[in-house]
Structure formats: structure tokens, C-alpha cells
């Protein structure tokens, strides 16, 4: 339940930290904008620490909606079910003749082009949109979003490249009972399976042997990759050009070193506050006084990146994967999410490292 603002705001009154995550503080509009008190600051709400702003929810929420309807579209469309599914290839018959559609065939170009490189396509989107807004030519600011990358680069690859090993994915496979089942002599003559069946490590490895992966639970990769990328690109961007646009209608609160809860943009430093006004100006429909897009050529393409994600991601619901592995890939993403984007928020020797976007 969100408390109102006071009608006559003091600078100095905060809000003590509240253990209770489902407290929101009741903050005056100065803690919220570093001392600017507008009208557009007093009808920001403010949220718990703890948790996704309501906004920030609303879209989290389109993930599950996007598989559940992927889910019972697979179900429910005819030419779906009358086509053959592999269980341990995770996808229908790949036959062109047979597929129930061009995107259930492993072999389509958003796959191979899109989906098989998606961290570089979402690497590229984020320096793009980095190096080129001018809310971000604060090189403190660019830091701590490369921080943030980087970060988020590491779960992505812990989770499906390497993990002093195997990536988090073989070994979640082989911990619920997965092994390699090959199917030549000839790999086990060429010493891939020196040390027997179950020490292939790796999806990667038994493929390159002829084997395939079966019996264990396999996390769906590609959930995982599209979620993780697609709400990092949402999270760098979207709090920016809100910000640049001056349209933001509620406020990440943080929890400070005294465990007093303020808006984030108090930890803003004033003079990038005073530059951002500046050039912002009071539009917020879509460009600046000067006339700059508030979105750039960075931004535009960054969201580009993020809807054909959020296609190939329904496309990945409807024709890859049991609802179980996709469920497990989602919930590894938004773990390495809450890490990266919550846990800063009240957390205050991570926030002075890593920051939070749009601050």
C-alpha cells in the first residue's frame, strides 16, 4: 500500500529502514530528486527496496504470459500436435515437409542469425546505446553500466558456457541423472568416452561425439538466454530514457549506509542532475529542448533487439522444450536480474560498486 506524499516536504526527514519487504516508505519529494521538488515529483510513487517497482513487474509479468500462452497455443493449434516431438532433441520433427512451422525448424535464420549469437546482438545494443546517449557521457556513469554488463555477461556464461567446468546447465543435467547415450561404436574408438558414458560433461562434447543428451532435466538455454538479455537491455535503457524524458512516475527506493530508505535519485550527483535538466529540458514526449531524441539511434535499436527477443522467446514456448525446462530457465534469468538490479537497492556497499541504471 503506498502512503501519501506531505503536503509540505522537509529536506532533512527520511524514513528509517523497515525489515518488512512489503513496507513502502513514505519519502518527501526532495530525497527523490536530490532537493528539486516539481510537480512531476510529486506524483512519483515509491516502492520497497526489496522488489520490483510496479512498472518494472508489468513487464517481468509479459515473460510467464509469453510461455503460458506459448504453452497452450502448442497444445491447442492442430498442426502442432499432429507433429512428431523428439523429447531428447527437445523439438519437432525437423523435416521441412512435416514441421508445424518454419520457426519450429532449428535451422531457421532468426535462430542462426539471431538466437545462436544473442549476447553479441545484446552486447552490441547495450555499447551502442551506452556510447552514444548523452545521459550517459558521465564516464562514472558508463563504468558502472559496464559494471552491470559485466556482470550480467558472467551469469550468462556461468550458466551456459563455463563454470570452473561445465557450464551450470550440463552440470544441472547430469546432477538429476543425465548421461551421453551414443550412438556409434566409432566415438568410442576415437577415445571420446575414455572414462565411460556418464563422464561426458558437457552437451557440446557428446554432440561432437554422436551422442545425445538424455534422462536428465535440461534447463531451456534459450528461455534463459532471451529473458536475461532482453530485461537487462529493458533495465540500462528504459530507466534512462524515462529519466532523460522526464517521465519517470515512480522511483526505485534505496536503502542508505544509516538504514534510512530514500529515492535513488538522491545518490544522483548535482551536477549531472543540473546537466540532465538542462538538456532534457521539461519535455518528456519524446525529445529534448534541443531537439535530441530521447530515445537515439542506441535506444531504438537496443528495443529492437528486445522485441525480436520476446518473439523468438514465444516462438521457443510454442515448439521447443517441456514447460518444466522453460520454467527453470526462466527463474535462473531472473535470479541473475535480482542480483544484478534489487539486491543493490538495499544493499549499499554493492550499490557504491555497481550503481543502478539512470543514476
Not at 503506498?2 to 512489503?22: A, F, W
Not at 563504468?143 to 558456457?161: E, L, P
Not at 561445465?166 to 566409432?186: L, N, Q, S, Y
Not at 527477443?309 to 535470479?335: C, D, P, Q
Request: charged residues 15%; glycine residues 12%.
Amino acid at each position: 500500500m503506498d502512503l501519501p506524499l506531505p503536503s509540505s516536504p522537509s529536506p532533512s526527514s527520511t524514513t528509517k529502514h523497515n525489515p518488512n519487504p512489503s513496507t513502502r516508505a513514505n519519502l518527501n519529494a526532495s530525497d527523490l530528486t536530490g532537493g528539486n521538488n516539481n510537480n512531476n515529483t510529486n506524483n512519483i510513487q515509491r516502492n520497497t527496496p526489496y522488489l520490483p517497482t510496479p512498472t518494472e513487474l508489468a513487464l517481468l509479468a509479459g515473460y510467464p504470459i509469453l510461455l503460458t500462452f506459448g504453452a497452450l497455443f502448442s497444445l491447442l493449434s492442430p498442426e502442432t500436435r499432429a507433429s512428431p516431438y523428439d523429447p531428447i532433441r527437445q523439438a519437432h520433427t525437423q523435416d521441412p515437409l512435416l514441421s508445424p512451422s518454419y520457426f519450429a525448424r532449428k535451422d531457421n535464420l532468426f535462430n542462426v542469425l539471431f538466437v545462436k549469437r544473442g549476447w553479441a546482438w545484446i552486447t552490441l545494443a547495450f555499447f551502442c546505446f551506452i556510447l552514444t546517449h548523452p545521459a550517459l557521457a558521465s564516464g562514472s556513469r558508463r563504468a558502472r553500466a559496464a559494471v552491470r554488463w559485466g556482470i550480467v555477461t558472467a551469469w550468462w556464461v556461468a550458466v551456459t558456457q563455463w563454470f570452473f567446468g561445465p557450464a551450470i546447465i550440463d552440470r544441472g543435467f547430469r546432477w538429476t541423472g543425465g548421461k551421453c547415450e551414443v550412438a556409434t561404436i566409432k566415438v568410442e574408438e576415437e577415445g571420446v568416452l575414455g572414462a565411460g558414458v556418464k563422464e561426458v560433461a558437457t552437451a557440446a562434447a557428446c554432440k561432437a561425439g554422436g551422442g545425445q543428451w538424455s534422462g536428465g532435466h535440461d534447463i531451456s538455454g534459450h528461455v534463459f538466454l532471451l529473458v536475461l538479455g532482453s530485461a537487462f537491455l529493458v533495465q540500462e535503457v528504459g530507466w534512462v530514457v524515462a529519466r532523460w524524458a522526464r517521465s519517470v512516475s515512480e522511483e526505485r527506493n534505496v536503502v542508505m549506509g544509516d538504514g534510512a530508505v530514500k529515492g535513488a535519485a538522491v545518490e544522483m550527483e548535482r551536477a549531472e542532475l543540473a546537466r540532465e535538466r538542462e538538456v532534457a529540458g521539461g519535455s518528456g514526449s519524446g525529445s529534448g529542448s534541443g531537439g535530441y531524441d530521447v530515445y537515439g539511434h542506441g535506444g531504438r535499436f537496443a528495443f529492437g533487439v528486445v522485441g525480436l527477443s520476446a518473439w523468438m522467446l514465444l516462438m521457443t514456448a510454442i515448439y521447443f522444450h517441456t514447460w518444466f525446462e522453460k520454467l527453470t530457465g526462466l527463474l535462473v534469468a531472473l535470479a541473475g536480474l535480482y542480483v544484478t538490479y534489487i539486491l543493490p537497492r538495499w544493499l549499499p556497499a554493492l550499490r557504491g560498486v555497481i550503481g543502478l541504471p539512470g543514476i
